[in-house]
Each structure stands twice: as C-alpha cells, then as structure tokens.
C-alpha cells in the first residue's frame, strides 16, 4: 500500500496532477472536496454556497473511509488543517510522498 499526498494552493495543479497520475498508475484518486461537491446531501450543499468550513473530523472520516478500499492512493488536499495533520497521525495513516505545488 501506498500514500501519495499532493498539496497546494487553489488553482496549483494539484488535482488535475493527482488524478492523472492516478489513472495513469491505476490507484485511487481521494479529493474530500470533489467528495463533497459530488453530495447530494442539503446540509452539504449548502455549506459549500455559503464557503462555510467542514469539521475536520468529518473531511477526514470521509478520507479514511475512502483509504479502506483504496490499495494505493493520491490524496488531494488532504490535510488541510493542524488538527486534520494530528488526525493522521492518531490514526497512523502511512504516508509515502508528499508532493507541494
């Protein structure tokens, strides 16, 4: 198993990269927010018309929960936060490369 993890600013090429390289290897491409733009959930929705933050529990049991099927994977954006950082740690996610655009 293994964890690439990409990070960068709005616009840096991050998930255009990352989900390339991921079709290209065959891994799982893992992005918490094209997992919450693709919710149907009201709540969601309209967190993101209103540019409210999501918990950082939340985004990341998303991302986990994703990571438990995934054999390898490119995390987009992922952590975005201190605490998201310290999540990964407590949960003893290996994490292989990190890629900063």
């Not at 959930?41 to 309209?46: A, D, F, L």
Request: aromatic share 8%; charged share 25%.
């Amino acid at each position: 198993m293994m964890n690439i993890i990409f990070l960068g600013g709005p616009g840096s090429g991050k998930s255009t990269l990352g989900k390339r390289l991921a079709e290209e290897l065959g891994w799982e491409w893992i992005s918490g927010g094209a997992i919450l733009r693709e919710s149907k959930e009201p709540w969601v929705q309209e967190k993101l018309a209103t540019a409210q933050l999501f918990d950082d529990q939340m985004v990341s049991n998303l991302i986990f929960s994703r990571l438990e099927t995934a054999e390898n994977a490119i995390i987009d954006g992922y952590p975005r936060t201190l605490r998201q950082a310290e999540i990964i740690v407590e949960r003893g996610m290996a994490i292989d490369y990190i890629v900063e655009l």
